[in-house]
């Protein structure tokens, strides 16, 4: 039983580093030359030039939020598929609508990994309890099941009774899917006095997992190991065991992609710690996204993981980072917070809070300077004003008052 | 665009039945091998020896009524499959439970070829809705959409508004699910005015077709063929279009399966046109289902098809096979009438026909007899009371007079 999928899991860091900007300029490369999507977006850009993590930091980020109008326009994957839609396996509909392509090939969303990890084997039975129908999330964890040597049950969501007896009659070894639902399993199967005690391993994702419910599957002799991926992207990290059987700290970053964490609303890389939202360009070469915001939350764990793993580690999922929110009737975005703290290079870091005073909404954007000049909260507030259309205030803060949460825009008004 | 999905159906009948019978000498030799339910009950089958018609039908059958007990005492599979389970790709739990397993290949399913008559093509877009949890449909035909080369949405079953919403928006080309439910997505479309002009295709199965369905679909310029396929065996046959455009009458045999049909509740071909069960023998290496009773009744259509294929036709699905029933309590089962035509071979044709006199259950086995002697519906009558344990009376009737529909017990009792 390998403890890890493959050897780049165990790379050098820098010889892994090297690794990926290489591909990176390649990758670049094609996307121009076969997406006109980025054909356009990246006009101006040379590939050979894109060879480190800062010049990765100047190219343009494509947010989640922008698909649904680039894929209207360009019907249906906004001209960001680099294989033509006629040469592609699947295409999924998320709500939105969003379009999500799937390739042909051996494990294309790459969850092996994250299942290897959780202790996926050859010959395991494997029900799949996620959904097949217009979203990837059933296909992409059968892909990557069946790239470990797995036999599938795609069982989907809902039909609990069902689901425990299909565990109980088949003896399945491993679980997929939410937590929450693997619970409603584990309860309806002790309510029915069946036996699922084949049931050994769980990799679970797509929502939180409370450390009681980890500890009481556990204790009944089921390891739950987590992993992140989304529609667009595939697998992006996972969780893994150290040598003394604990569940690591954080998630590992997978081997085929680039993971950045940047501020909100903009595309520039916080420091090592800091949260913000993630940002990854993929390696697959059907379907290129380069510098795609995820719309997630996360913060790199610093440090190397106990279980051997040498890649990046990230927190897991801290929440959702647009936060667009409405003040006094207009929309104030993340990236105006962005322009205010562009034109004041003082501010290291801006907070914008909103609440009520005396009936109405009040904006305050809170900023860490070290010494400033007399005028300057005057001078932001002018700022402010002109970049949101909106009267705010100002108020200064010494560096690091404000939480390390990745986000540029709290709303503290109560809503009855 | 080619006409036919392959040479094989094309081929000279009496080639093909060379092949199909060279072949089954070769999947019993298999079956015995590798599948320790078919070493069992193949035990005395030498399969040289299985190289004709006859020979075939000298083996014994397996009903699909037989694989919920024959699956608890081996499970998962009752020993039937010739790949261990461990190296399959996918098992499915259809209501029952009865568990179908899925290998690895191409196209497992063979339902390509029906898919190819219906007219779907290389860079189709295919909405897939059957569902893909826990059934096998949405698998069998996702697999063969692909070996088409067509791109799938895997769109399963329900959220109809979704189902339009996803067809106009990407420009579907073609449908592949149950007609009931194109009907439910078509009317949507006209109520919500959503244009879904793209869908020029469907491909139909698993109920009924109201002839007046597909006249009204075909009005409007969507060709709906239909297939019929089970979860066990995959496709068994399908529709096609003639030289001149027109649904050709019944469905061609698919060239991956042997199929019989047989007097319900025995293992005896009838007569070319006369309905019986299908029975079914499958070249598939994973699951090499010798003889098996789908519990369905259809009947051989004699002549050619107009498109050009030559295979066998069939007349599509004509009900269910299995006509066990209650009289006073006491199960009556079709292989009791096939025990009392056995110890007469004078009766051609028999039937039971159960109604209801002062209040009581009465069963009747109706004979075809040519001339017979004047004591022969008196030994007959004992031969029922010894096969049934229950008193029951006889008529004889001339050869021809009992309605060519597959029955051999008839429940015409009047339920309130």
Redesign the interface.
């Not at 839609?85 to 509909?93: G, Q």
């Not at 036999?151 to 039909?159: K, S």
């Given at each position: 039983m390998a403890e890890y999928y493959d050897a780049l899991e165990t790379r050098d860091p820098e010889e892994r580093e090297r690794e990926l900007l290489a591909a990176l300029a390649n990758q670049v490369a094609h996307a121009k030359a076969r997406a006109p999507g980025f054909a356009r977006t990246l006009k101006d850009v040379d590939p050979r030039a894109v060879g480190s993590r800062a010049a990765l930091a100047r190219l343009p980020v494509i947010r989640k939020s922008d698909l649904k109008a680039l894929q209207e326009s360009a019907?249906?994957l906004g001209g960001l598929n680099a294989t033509p839609?006629?040469?592609?396996?699947?295409?999924?509909?998320s709500p939105g609508?969003i379009?999500e392509p799937e390739g042909h090939g051996r494990d294309w969303w790459r969850t092996g990994r994250a299942l290897h990890a959780a202790g996926f084997r050859?010959?395991d039975?494997v029900s799949n309890t996620f959904?097949?129908?217009?979203t990837p999330a059933?296909?992409m964890m059968?892909s990557g099941a069946?790239a470990c040597g797995c036999?599938?049950?795609?069982?989907?969501?809902?039909?609990t009774e069902?689901q425990v007896?299909?565990i109980a009659?088949?003896?399945v070894d491993g679980y997929v899917g939410t937590p929450s639902f693997l619970k409603l399993i584990v309860e309806k199967a002790d309510e029915l006095q069946a036996d699922i005690s084949s049931l050994k391993k769980a990799l679970v994702g797509a929502e939180y997992l409370p450390p009681v419910l980890r500890g009481a599957l556990g204790e009944r002799g089921l390891s739950v190991l987590q992993c992140y991926a989304t529609a667009d992207l595939g697998l992006l990290a996972y969780e893994s065991r150290g040598p003394d059987g604990k569940v690591c700290e954080g998630m590992v970053v997978d081997e085929g992609c680039l993971l950045e964490i940047v501020r909100p609303g903009t595309g520039d890389p916080v420091p090592e710690g800091e949260v913000g939202e993630v940002v990854v360009t993929t390696f697959n070469a059907d379907y290129p996204l380069i510098r795609f915001a995820t719309g997630d939350l996360s913060a790199v764990l610093p440090g190397r993981s106990p279980c051997g793993r040498t890649n990046v580690r990230i927190r897991g999922w801290m929440g959702r980072a647009d936060q667009t929110t409405k003040v006094k009737g207009m929309f104030v975005h993340p990236s105006q917070v962005a322009e205010v703290l562009r034109r004041h290079p003082q501010i290291r870091r801006g907070r914008i809070i909103v609440d009520q005073a005396e009936g109405q909404d009040r904006m305050t954007l809170h900023c860490e300077v070290e010494a400033v000049p007399a005028d300057f909260a005057a001078a932001v507030v002018a700022t402010l004003r002109e970049t949101t259309k909106l009267r705010g205030e100002v108020q200064l803060r010494k560096p690091g008052e404000l939480p390390n949460d990745g986000k540029v825009i709290e709303d503290a008004r109560k809503y009855e």
């Open positions: 019907p249906p839609v006629e040469k592609l396996a699947k295409l999924f509909v609508p379009c050859r010959g039975l959904a097949y129908h217009f059933g296909s059968e069946q036999i599938v049950v795609p069982a989907g969501v809902g039909q069902m007896a299909a009659n088949l003896r």
